[in-house]
């Protein structure tokens, strides 16, 4: 970059402009191979044709009836009950792997009583042998006419076919084999036609050849070798190629660590002491502490909702003796779950960007509007989460006729609030931009030296409601593939990149005004992180699609990319260190003890660090592999890596800086009342969260990879896997975990919240008498 290898002591000279032409040229590549790929899935995504017919030319379904079982799939929640592909829920089956076993076994069937007679079971070895053979090559071959638009089923397919709509009708009869959806759940014979046509062309997508190569269009996913579904070579090789681009980055990036020593967080050799000072908030500011009450609540609703979807995998039969499916479904609890994990962490960013923005303008210089538009803004949210989480019930309780698109649940995991609510969202989230802007602006800023970094922060904070739109590109009756390539622009793209950043320009802004960090060491912080974040998160966003319909050009450039997003979470470790040498050390310059009034603000800080690495970067890491991926994605594994990284990353940063804020609002008078609170939940949170992956997740996930391995990937999702007595066992062994975090993180939070909360009232009442 051509500067000095000693730190910069003028916080008024400018970086090197390569800094930011740097974090330019990474987006702009990028986005380039993003896009490129993105419009790939429309060309490459698996046909669907215009009707399916049998040996003889009788339709059996249509492209309707494809799209409209699609649709169906949807309207009940049965991504958040089982997968399409891998990707969905894990309490009931992959219907897509399912439905090609049973299309394999009945293809079996047929071919042995044609050819000896006999069922297969009662063939001999040589036998069975070639009667697989024959499964394996008649479902492989693709009988597609493109320029028809015609698919065409020879006899044994026909007859697996119209077998599968009396094995679904069944499936959605009994809550106890289906993983706790609703009894009869779905009773009417044309939506069972319906969804029997998507599902068996999910499963002819996976194990049909893709013209002009060796491998299905889901590149042979799911693994299941009685049709012929094994991994391709393409999985092997770029994984390991993935490898060392790994070792490769991870060398560079600590040789500029040794190389130039003002690399990291923490300044040294000036003084550290806190240049915010607890108890003297805004009336701005402290009409945005309500929020995080909000925040609270929808957090102690995440657990407990969390708790009962994981007592549907412990015990799909009843809740303690009480029929929770007849009120509460599993697929309506694992909604509320998702939903409620992003409104909550979503809310507390929100909320503290507003605080920290207002702690860049002079404490005299706050807008007359500041605390109605927050209190707008406040109710805006209400309404929009309380009717989203309202709308997702009355959809999946099949309440809302032909609205249950738009005001409902709209089905996709993670993007199921209605489009209407989605809508409001992102009017809710341009609203509260344009408030920030106003407010912290770098013209508005205060400390001039500042400005730079304020105008990184309000880069990051636009990212947030545009980055968000690409949910709106869709509907119900898009192709699967073109769905969930948009799908994971926001899952990806919005949260792991956007926010990511954001997270740390929010982190890199909050120690600026402490006075823990200069405004250089600051900004370079975030230049470091928007390089390799974008470098490896970008490009990297297609690891999720290597088995959803896209081609193995997209297997090798994300495999390539993806790898590097552990680069930078392995730095965490480089200044683990000095977050705790913070908070208990002394100033360099002067000696004196370092009175860090933010002690829980940092510990939460290092939680973040921690769970970083081990939830987004170990077992990120081992997701990312295509070869690891083929077998493990939509296994317990994949809930290991969403806890440690979701909670772990995203809600402990939401927690910091609830705390930071609940101590910047609140007296010194009131902050011990409060503190006892935060401590409680600081090893509540942590205690419980590593119990629920050490004693349940990750085991689960390993013993059910395992099975996949030895039996195929259909059976390791199957409801004959989970009433194993062992899966029984680690299900069970989840109870600590979650009683800890609900009961010593959740609930203590709550209290915290609201007790800083009423005493924010109570003294700015008593400085109005």
Known sequence: MNEAAQPLTDDDTELSPWWLRTVALVMVIGFAGLLAVTLLAYRNAPPIPAKVVDAQGAVLFSGDDIRDGQAVFLKYGLMDNGSIWGHGAYLGPDYSAEALHRLGEDTAAAIAGTQYGKPVAALDARQQA????ETAVTLKTNRYDAQSGVLQLIEPEAVAYRQQIGYWTDYFKDPTKNGGLKPSLITDPAELHQFTAFVTWAAWASVAMRPGTDASYTNNFPY??????????????????????????????????????????ISRGHHVHPQLLPGQSSRGQRALVKFFVVVALLFLMQTLVGGG?????????????????NIFPSNLLRTWHLQTAIFWIATAYVAAALFLGRSLR????EPRWLAGWVHVLFAAFVVVIGGSLLGVWAGIEQKLGNLWFWLGDQGWEYLELGRVWQYLLVVGLLVWFAILWVLARPRAVANVAARPLAKMFMFAAVAIPVFYVPALFFGAKTNYTVVDTWRFWIIHLWVEGFFEFFATTIVALTFYQLGLTRRNVALRVIYLDAILYFLGGLIGTGHHWYFTGHTNFNMSLSALFSVLEVVPLTLLTL?????????????????????????????????????????????????????????????????????????????????????????QASSDARWPGIEKYVRVAFWGTNIGLMLMILMSLFPSGVMQLWDVLKHGYWHARSAEYVAIPRSHLVEWLRLPGDLIFIGFGAIPLVIASIKGWLGVRADARAEAR
């Open 309 to 325: 979807v994981a007592h549907f995998r412990a015990d799909p039969g009843s809740f303690y003796g009480f029929q929770l499916e």
């Open 130 to 133: 070639a009667v697989h053979a």
């Open 224 to 265: 299941d070798p009685s049709v012929g579904n094994v991994a391709t070579g393409s999985a092997l090789l770029w994984s390991a190629l993935s490898l060392l681009v790994l070792l490769a980055g991870i060398a560079t990036v600590l040789l500029a660590f040794g190389k130039f020593d003002y690399l990291g967080w």
């Open 362 to 365: 002079a404490p005299d210089d």
């Open 575 to 663: 200044d683990a260190w000095d977050f705790v040498r913070t908070t208990r050390g002394d100033c360099d310059v002067c000696g004196k003890a370092v009175a860090v009034p933010h002690k829980w603000t940092f510990y939460f800080l290092m939680a973040v660090g921690f769970w970083n690495f081990v939830g987004a970067g170990m077992f990120g890491f081992f997701l990312n592999l295509p070869i690891v991926s083929y077998y493990e994605v939509g296994t317990q594994i994949t809930p290991t890596h969403g806890h440690a990284a979701l909670m772990g990353v995203f809600g402990m940063l939401a927690v910091a800086l609830m705390v930071f804020c609940l101590r």
